[in-house]
């Protein structure tokens, strides 16, 4: 395996660990945590071990954020030149996708901001919960269909004639 193949592999590798991660610490902090803050009897007790954990999903997704760019801006430009193939499909596909992260990345900026969480961090870490789920089928979309557009159907393949010698 050549250089920019192993380079190509981990940068997808990144980005959709990355997008396993995120999505899975929006759905603990989001969904999880509240359910186990409830046994904790002591309002003080209680603020103090979300604020623990909160600061730790702060470094991850700050840290997803940096990767998020790092692989998505790679795994673009190795891309781009797929996407000049049916332009209205995959730019809407490949626009949409990075307008909804963008958004995604501001409200868990604004969220994750400060010490304490804004009065409306449970709506919105919702609404980034919904948006991440979108954007996975979002990105889904639009890796089959740069495949269909950059590869012949394996049917295809086996129908053809061989090429003559």
Not at 31 to 54: C, D, H, N, W, Y
Not at 110 to 127: D, F, I, M, W
Not at 137 to 145: E, G, N, P
Request: hydrophobic residues 55%; glycine residues 4%; positive net charge.
């Amino acid at each position: 395996m050549d250089f920019e193949a192993f380079l190509v592999i981990l940068s997808r590798w990144v980005h959709i660990v990355t997008a396993c991660i995120s999505l899975g610490g929006v759905f603990f902090i989001r969904i999880i945590v509240p359910i186990g803050l409830k046994s904790i009897e002591s309002p003080e007790q209680r603020t103090a071990t979300f604020l623990k954990m909160r600061r730790v999903f702060k470094m991850v997704i700050h840290t997803a954020i940096v990767l998020f760019l790092a692989s998505g801006i790679y795994n673009t430009t190795r891309n781009w030149h797929a996407y000049a193939q049916d332009r209205a499909v995959m730019h809407a596909l490949w626009g949409t996708h990075m307008l909804l992260a963008l958004v995604v990345f501001s409200i868990a900026l604004y969220v994750l901001a400060g010490k304490e969480p804004p009065a409306n961090h449970k709506t919105l870490t919702l609404v980034n919960l919904i948006l991440l789920l979108i954007i996975i089928a979002l990105a889904s979309t639009l890796k089959t269909v740069r495949e269909r557009l950059t590869t012949r159907p394996v049917g295809a393949m086996l129908t053809e004639a061989p090429a003559p010698k």
